[in-house]
């Protein structure tokens, strides 16, 4: 998978805008819930995502409860503006928190700065309202 990164404003800054918040606020956004609001502020740094993510047994299942708790719907077919967890190419993180930006294309906030869009098949997806 290729990310082409795209200029933004915001830097990424782990715990505050990073792979796991972006979609969050999205969602946030388009309906006024935050799913992230019980972990936001978990983790401040690389080790301490990692760390929370490993806690909360794995990207999925911390992205699965948050969505779950915001009222998302599984999709089974993403729409632009679903949220979901897409793979990466960095063996470290392997799994990242994405938006559906058009169809089969997902964006997300690199970590080098700006938000990276791809052409992938999510590992699993949520309809946003």
Do not use: H, K, N
Not at 2 to 10: H, K, L, N, S
Not at 19 to 35: H, S
Not at 58 to 70: F, I, K, N, S, Y
Not at 72 to 78: D, E
């Amino acid at each position: 998978m290729a990310f082409q990164a795209a200029a933004v404003e915001r830097p990424f800054v782990w715990g505050s805008w990073d792979c796991c918040l972006y979609p969050a606020a999205w969602v946030l956004e388009r309906t006024g819930i935050d799913p992230a609001r019980r972990w936001r502020g978990a983790y401040a740094d690389e080790d301490g995502a990692l760390a929370f993510v490993s806690a909360g047994r794995g990207l999925a299942r911390v992205m699965e409860v948050a969505a779950a708790e915001a009222g998302l719907l599984r999709a089974q077919r993403p729409s632009l503006g679903a949220v979901g967890v897409i793979r990466s190419d960095d063996p470290r993180i392997r799994l990242m928190g994405a938006v559906c930006v058009a169809d089969g294309f997902w964006s997300t906030v690199a970590p080098e700065g700006g938000i990276a869009v791809a052409r992938v098949r999510p590992v699993v997806a949520w309809e946003v309202p």
